[in-house]
C-alpha cells in the first residue's frame, strides 16, 4: 500500500516556542491530507483538512492560528504548533487518501514543557 | 453529531483465544465502517472496511459485518496469536472524504503466549 512518512516521531520543546510537524506521502500525490489529534484514552479528533495549494478548512473549535497548515506540494503538509503550551501536549497523526483508501502517518507525540 | 462508541480495553488474552471488540456507531446518514490497528511504533493500517449493511470485512482472520439494525461494526477473530498485539480503531466515514474519519477511541489488545 501508499506510505504516508511523518516526522519527527516525538519532540519535545518549550513552552512558547513553536513546532514544525512533516507529513509527507512517499508514492503517491495527495491533494488532500488530514490532521488528527489524539488524547490519552481517547479518539482520534479531525483537526482539520489540509487541500493542496489553498488554505486548510478547520473543524470546529480548533485554532487555525494556533495550529498552522501549509500544504504546498502534492506530497508534503505541514503543521505547526504555535506558542506551544502544556495543554498542546499531544499525540498528532495525519492521513492522505489515495483512490479509495486513506494511509497515516506514524504519529508525532509532542510534549511541551 | 456522527460518533464511535469502542469497548474499553486493555483486552488481554491468551494465545489461541476467541477475540471480540464491540464497536457501535450513530449516523445521521449512510457510513462506511472501518476497522483500523496500530502496531507499537507504526502508523494506522487499515484492517477491514464494510460499506454497506450486511456487508462482511475481512482480513488476516479477522471479520466484522456491519449491522445496521443494531448500529454496530463487532471485530472477531476466531484465534488470536501474539502477534496480533496492537491497538484497534473502529471509524466511520459518511460522505466522500476518503480520509475524513470518525474514531472510536481505540481498544488495546495484548496476547500472551
Known amino acids: 500500500g501508499a506510505v504516508v512518512s511523518q516526522h519527527p516521531s516525538w519532540v519535545i520543546c518549550k513552552s512558547g516556542t513553536s513546532v514544525k510537524i512533516e507529513c509527507r506521502s512517499l508514492?503517491?500525490?495527495?491533494?488532500?491530507m488530514f490532521w488528527y489529534r489524539q488524547f490519552p484514552k481517547q479518539s482520534l479528533m479531525l483537526m482539520a483538512t489540509?487541500?493542496?495549494?489553498?488554505?486548510?478548512?478547520?473543524e470546529q473549535g480548533v485554532e487555525k492560528d494556533k495550529f498552522l497548515i501549509n500544504h504546498a506540494s502534492l506530497t508534503l503538509s505541514t503543521l505547526t504548533v504555535t506558542s506551544a503550551h502544556p495543554e498542546d501536549s499531544s499525540f498528532y497523526i495525519c492521513?492522505?487518501?489515495?483512490?479509495?483508501?486513506?494511509?497515516f502517518g506514524q504519529g508525532t507525540r509532542l510534549t511541551v514543557v | 453529531g456522527d460518533s464511535v462508541t469502542q469497548m474499553e480495553g486493555p483486552v488481554t488474552l491468551s494465545e489461541e483465544a476467541f477475540l471480540t471488540i464491540n464497536c457501535t456507531y450513530t449516523?445521521?446518514?449512510?457510513?462506511?465502517l472501518f476497522w483500523y490497528v496500530q502496531y507499537p511504533g507504526e502508523g494506522l493500517q487499515l484492517l477491514l472496511k464494510?460499506?454497506?449493511?450486511?456487508d462482511k470485512g475481512s482480513n488476516k482472520g479477522f471479520e466484522a459485518t456491519y449491522r445496521k439494525e443494531t448500529t454496530s461494526f463487532h471485530l472477531e477473530k476466531g484465534s488470536v496469536q501474539v502477534s496480533d498485539s496492537a491497538v484497534y480503531f473502529c471509524a466511520l466515514r459518511v460522505g466522500l472524504e476518503t480520509g475524513k474519519l470518525i474514531f472510536g477511541q481505540g481498544t488495546t489488545l495484548q496476547v500472551k503466549p
Open positions: 508514492d503517491f500525490q495527495a491533494t488532500t
Open positions: 449516523a445521521t446518514g449512510y457510513p462506511s
Open positions: 464494510a460499506t454497506k449493511a450486511d
Open positions: 489540509s487541500n493542496e495549494g489553498s488554505k486548510a478548512t478547520y
Open positions: 492521513s492522505a487518501s489515495q483512490s479509495t483508501e486513506a494511509f
